[in-house]
Nanobody
């Protein structure tokens, strides 16, 4: 059974930075697409970024929705079985609960296509 644990949320001022971590256990990271999703109050959960890991025969790839390009960077450490989301220049509208999730197959920003979910971590961007 794949399990994901999310770390790193908190309160940050506008323009600040945070790094989220998604620790994966129960399987090897390289077999999964890992996605990051945000769920803001009153809104649907949406994907923001995802990554496919290097599997030895091909390099990992990263994907971002347009709204976060240039501000968010997703990366993975296969040795630690952990995926990170570096978030820079945070805005009040980034306030949400952030989740990581895992799926097999192609990358996707659609939450219902992911089988395994972490517990979520709150990010609040406020002065």
């Amino acid at each position: 059974q794949v399990q994901l644990v999310t770390f790193g949320g908190g309160l940050v001022q506008p323009g600040g930075s945070l790094r989220l971590s998604c620790a994966v256990s129960g399987s090897t990271l390289k077999y999964y697409v890992i996605g990051w999703f945000c769920h803001a109050p009153g809104k649907e959960r949406v994907g923001v970024s995802c990554t496919t890991s290097s599997d030895g025969s091909s390099d990992g790839r990263t994907y971002y929705v347009d709204d976060v390009k240039g501000r968010l960077t997703i990366s993975g450490d296969n040795a630690k079985n952990t995926v990170y989301l570096q978030m820079n220049n945070l805005k009040p509208e980034d306030t949400a609960v952030y989740y990581c999730a895992a799926r097999k197959g192609n990358y996707s920003f659609i939450p219902r296509t992911y089988a395994y979910w972490g517990q979520g971590t709150q990010i609040t961007v406020s002065s």
